[in-house]
């Protein structure tokens, strides 16, 4: 196995397929992340969940596998994703059940913590009978996948991301006060809500893993990842929950649009504190499948992000602050010079005027460069020289975003990039050993720290 351009700092296995990050949780002072995990080989299928967990967010262990697919039983064809939440004092997953004959149609089925008094939760006993074996009668289904629970005035409701035959997307509610019982209550928003047909377009025909975050204003944002028959993109809506006449809820979008506007990012799980909401998303490799195959690894899950509105109604996302446990005692970098970058750093940018940063140099000269210009309005992300593998090529990434700094976490083949925190991108890039990783700045007045992250330890 070739751990070149492997991220050290980030959650994944320690070898094979990862995708889906599913069901954070915190648990007696630790932090829980499951993830879609195939540990017989680097590519998607027979898929269990992983677990690592973490006192702060950058320190992470991993744990045993927490769920198998059960021979003979509803999830015999893989445990997909779903959610953690606090059953009356016992951690119990919420997760999607695969048969071999699924067709898109997934069950809901229940786990539930062996000790809950185990704060590091590493056995889990699923439930041998599925607590909805399908999707409503009538409505004509053809997508059903990925429970997720939140509590909303008292009471405890569930999402599970649909598809119609007609090719519209859609959120279904459910009541489950009860784990054991849930009720149909309705759909909870479709691809036919203006805001969200504006914002996403109509090339979806399921949105998947539906997340609900109350942020601390009081709004809520519902992330959702755009299925057209792939996995294509990520969005989000802004707005309120009301209660609608039929007992159960309706989102009532205000605004929305792309959550990650890079091309290697799906399937955001949303983990709901007291004073926060934190989002992971997975980060599919952007190269060749038999590249993949060679290296024996797949996937990596993105640093720990918060997820805010802001006063004037936009979306805010930043890194999460524990992000900075990882940084060496001093920067590398504290001015704008040509300095070599590390294998894994966090770089903070500000500028008044355009300036242009170059990250990696090719032998031939080519540059991989993020421009800020806050005089335009614009960001830019220029891989062109890196291609990589999909329906989206490497041509220029152009955000339109009056930022006036950039944070840049960069982890082994992961770029993560920040725009002021209104904006995010997510791309791999793979160097070569011949490329040369320094940093160049080009412009005035601008201001630039930068810190080696250090060796991970195990906490």
Known sequence: MSLAHAPRFRVRPPAHWVNDPNGPFRWRGRYHLFYQ???????????????????????????????????????????????????????????????????????????????????????????????????????????????????????????????????????????????????????????????????????????????????????????????????????????????????????????????????????????????????WGWSWEARDPAEVERAGWAGVLTAPRVLDVTADGSLCLSPAPELALLRAPEPFVTAPVRTPLPEAYDLEVTASAPVNLSLLRSESGDELTVRLDPEAGTVTVDRSAWPRVGREGSAPLVLRTPARSVRLLVDGSLLELFADDRSMVTERVYRSPSDVAELTVTGEGVAVTGWALVPPTHG
């Open 37 to 279: 995990h195939n540990p017989e080989a680097p590519v998607h299928g027979n898929i269990h969940w992983g677990h690592a967990s973490s006192p702060d967010l950058a320190h992470w262990t991993h744990h045993p596998i927490a769920l198998t697919p059960a021979p003979g039983g509803p999830d015999e064809a893989g445990c997909w994703s779903g959610c953690v939440v606090d059953d009356d004092g016992v951690p119990t997953a919420v997760y999607t059940g695969i048969d071999h004959h699924h067709s898109g149609l997934g069950a809901v089925c229940l786990a539930r913590a062996a000790d809950p008094d185990d704060a590091t939760l590493t056995e889990w006993k699923a439930l041998p009978e599925p607590v909805l074996s399908g999707p409503p009668e009538g409505l004509d289904v053809v997508m059903f996948r990925d429970p997720f629970v939140f509590r909303h005035a008292g009471h405890r409701w569930a999402l599970v991301g649909a598809g119609h035959a007609d090719g519209t997307p859609s959120v279904l509610l459910y009541d489950c006060d009860d784990l054991a019982a849930w009720r149909f209550a309705g759909v909870l928003l479709d691809g036919n809500d203006p805001v969200a047909a504006d914002a996403f377009g109509d090339k979806a025909v399921g949105w998947e893993c539906p997340q609900l975050a109350l942020t601390p204003g009081g709004a809520w944002v519902l992330v959702l990842s755009l299925w057209d028959g792939d996995p294509c993109s990520t969005g989000y809506l802004t707005g309120l929950l009301a209660d609608d006449a039929e007992g159960g809820l309706r989102f009532e979008a205000g605004a929305g649009g792309r959550l990650d506007h890079g091309r290697d990012f799906y399937a955001p799980a949303v983990l709901q504190e007291p004073d926060r909401a934190l989002l």
